[in-house]
Nanobody, 127 residues
């Protein structure tokens, strides 16, 4: 199982980035993808989640209306479009899935349900 995030970088406040999560080693189209972020010294937090079919989607309140999660099952890739970025969005962003996810993996969206993780990509929001 491999999850590889990309698309992070440095952006000014108000700017946009699109993160990608490329998956391999499992039947991608059957699994939900969660997006998480972590700031040094703080716990990892859930940002967004999309189920296998794209029907059930979750956003943390802090990103609702600014971030959009999507997936392309033909490319085994999930995306997190991040608009109107704020300094408080600065973190390492991770995508994840797991072999123990239940039928409703995004509702509720529980970090400990996810046990396959990517290496993370840094998002820096600064002027």
């Amino acid at each position: 199982v491999q999850l590889v995030e990309s698309g992070g970088g440095l952006v000014q406040p108000g700017g946009s980035l699109r993160l990608s999560c490329a998956a391999s080693g499992f039947t991608y189209e059957h699994y939900a993808i969660g997006w998480f972020r972590q700031v040094p010294g703080k716990e990892r937090e859930g940002v967004s989640c999309i189920d296998a079919d794209g029907d059930d989607i979750f956003y943390a309140n802090s990103v609702k209306g600014r971030f959009t999660v999507s997936r392309d099952n033909t490319k085994n890739t999930a995306y997190l479009q991040m608009n109107n970025l704020k300094p408080e969005d600065m973190a390492v962003y991770y995508c994840a899935t797991g072999d123990g996810l239940g039928p409703f993996p995004c509702s509720p969206f529980v970090l400990t349900d996810f046990n396959w993780w990517g290496q993370g990509t840094q998002v820096t929001v600064s002027s």
